[in-house]
Nanobody
Framework: AVLDESGGDSVQAGGSLRLSCAASGSIYHRYCMSWFRQAPGKEREPVAGLDYDVTTKYADSVKGRLTISKDNDGDTLYLQMTGLKVEDTGMYYC???????????????????WGHGTQVTVSS
């Protein structure tokens, strides 16, 4: 799979953004897809995951504010972000995993490809 993220921007706290991840390549290489983020000076952390059957999983810090979804063709992964907080600031990465992956770990045990990232900056 080839992944291309977009939609990152600078917004004020309370604002909204929608990130997109355009995916191409074998559907078996994007069986499970997820969003991760990395804040300056911190490790990359999972934000949300989406399995092939559209089951979702969210980090506790984003539940109720961020929504992961994909289009009907499964070619674009989205992350709708509302009620943004300063602590949501970071580089957001899309990841695609193969059939040997588990949603409970945000597909991290089967990631085949990372996107280049898109920057989200939230100011107070």
């Amino acid at each position: 799979a080839v992944l291309d993220e977009s939609g990152g921007d600078s917004v004020q706290a309370g604002g909204s953004l929608r990130l997109s991840c355009a995916a191409s390549g074998s559907i078996y290489h994007r069986y499970c897809m997820s969003w991760f983020r990395q804040a300056p000076g911190k490790e990359r952390e999972p934000v949300a995951g989406l399995d092939y059957d559209v089951t979702t999983k969210y980090a506790d810090s984003v539940k109720g504010r961020l929504t992961i979804s994909k289009d009907n063709d499964g070619d674009t992964l989205y992350l709708q972000m509302t009620g943004l907080k300063v602590e949501d600031t970071g580089m957001y990465y899309c990841a695609a995993a193969g059939v040997i992956s588990r949603l409970e770990v945000y597909c991290s045990d089967g990631i085949l490809r990372w996107g280049h990232g898109t920057q989200v900056t939230v100011s107070s």
